[in-house]
């Protein structure tokens, strides 16, 4: 019994203040729901941010004119 009030003093979706209602276990199980929801994505979105990719392309130039294609390279060496 104790347990289940517990849980229902969880609910965060009240709109009518504390006092003039009572809590729900329905209520308190979507809060639960939603605040692990977005405590998943929230670390998903993190763990994408922090990871580190490198993406390499080449792309041939098929142009149908005769003019070469220039290409420039900018190399640095830095010990």
């Given amino acids: 019994m104790v347990l289940t009030s517990r849980i229902k003093s969880v609910d965060f979706f009240r709109k009518i203040p504390r ?3 009572e809590a729900s276990l329905s ?6 729901v939603a605040a692990v929801t977005m405590m998943f994505l929230f670390g998903m ?4 941010y922090m990871a580190i990719t ?4 080449v792309i041939i130039d098929q142009s ?3 003019e070469y294609l220039l290409i420039n390279f900018n190399i640095r060496y830095a010990p």
């Avoid at 490198?54 to 392309?57: A, D, H, L, V």
């Fill in 19 to 21: 006092d003039l209602t």
């Fill in 27 to 32: 209520g308190a199980g979507l809060s639960i």
């Fill in 45 to 48: 979105e993190l763990q994408n």
């Fill in 64 to 66: 149908t004119d005769s």
């Fill in 54 to 57: 490198t993406t390499t392309s």
